[in-house]
T-cell receptor
Framework: EAQVTQNPRYLITVTGKKLTVTCSQNMNHEYMSWYRQDPGLGLRQIYYSMNVEVTDKGDVPEGYKVSRKEKRNFPLILESPSPNQTSLYFC????????????FGPGTRLTVL | GEDVEQSLFLSVREGDSSVINCTYTDSSSTYLYWYKQEPGAGLQLLTYIFSNMDMKQDQRLTVLLNKKDKHLSLRIADTQTGDSAIYFCAERFTSGTYKYIFGTGTRLKVLA
């Protein structure tokens, strides 16, 4: 079954404590991306990756890091989380052929106290 | 700048048609998409339209694209309570990057 998985699904943490949200896909897609969803703002792209070892900034990259060492994984790293990073995070993948349709993970709800 | 705009809320009665509107900015976008997000879930692709098309129909869904006005709409015929969700339009921004831009989402509420 084609899947995009994210872990954890829910996380409550404190300001400044480093965390990583993992994203994994089994569709062999080259393109992976992270978004955050906030009320009234829709989805905003944080980072994306066109392929292994290739990453680019989206619209709201400040405070986030990513890495793409393997095709299937694209972790999102918050080195020093702050309360304004409390949000719902989605990982997505796409194959840049055909319609470029993105497939989304189930989401990670992060609360930073 | 890059912006995709949608109205935030829409309420319709069961059995009526729903029309969700979106305006986008990048006239060079290749594909435009409609995604549906049900409560507590991720986004699922509903339909897409290629930029050289004016209309696309898929069962109860009709997508209209007005390139001159950069306006995209999604019509849902015979709206059901199961259609209650948030609907996002999105464009793949092609001007030198591979970014996707999403709208703010329209929350559709279907009244029985």
């Amino acid at each position: 079954e084609a899947q995009v998985t994210q872990n954890p699904r829910y996380l409550i943490t404190v300001t400044g404590k480093k965390l990583t949200v993992t994203c994994s896909q089994n569709m062999n897609h080259e393109y992976m991306s992270w978004y955050r969803q906030d009320p009234g703002l829709g989805l905003r792209q944080i980072y994306y990756s066109m392929n292994v070892e290739v990453t680019d900034k989206g619209d709201v990259p400040e405070g986030y890091k990513v890495s793409r060492k393997e095709k299937r994984n694209f972790p999102l790293i918050l080195e020093s989380p702050s309360p304004n990073q409390t949000s719902l995070y989605f990982c997505a993948t796409a194959s840049p052929q055909g319609t470029d349709t993105q497939y989304f993970g189930p989401g990670t709800r992060l609360t930073v106290l | 700048g890059e912006d995709v705009e949608q109205s935030l809320f829409l309420s319709v009665r069961e059995g009526d048609s729903s029309v969700i509107n979106c305006t986008y900015t990048d006239s060079s976008s290749t594909y435009l998409y409609w995604y549906k997000q049900e409560p507590g879930a991720g986004l699922q692709l509903l339909t897409y339209i290629f930029s050289n098309m004016d209309m696309k129909q898929d069962q109860r869904l009709t997508v209209l694209l007005n390139k001159k006005d950069k306006h995209l709409s999604l019509r849902i015929a015979d709206t059901q309570t199961g259609d209650s969700a948030i609907y996002f339009c999105a464009e793949r921004f092609t001007s030198g990057t591979y970014k996707y831009i999403f709208g703010t989402g329209t929350r559709l509420k279907v009244l029985a």
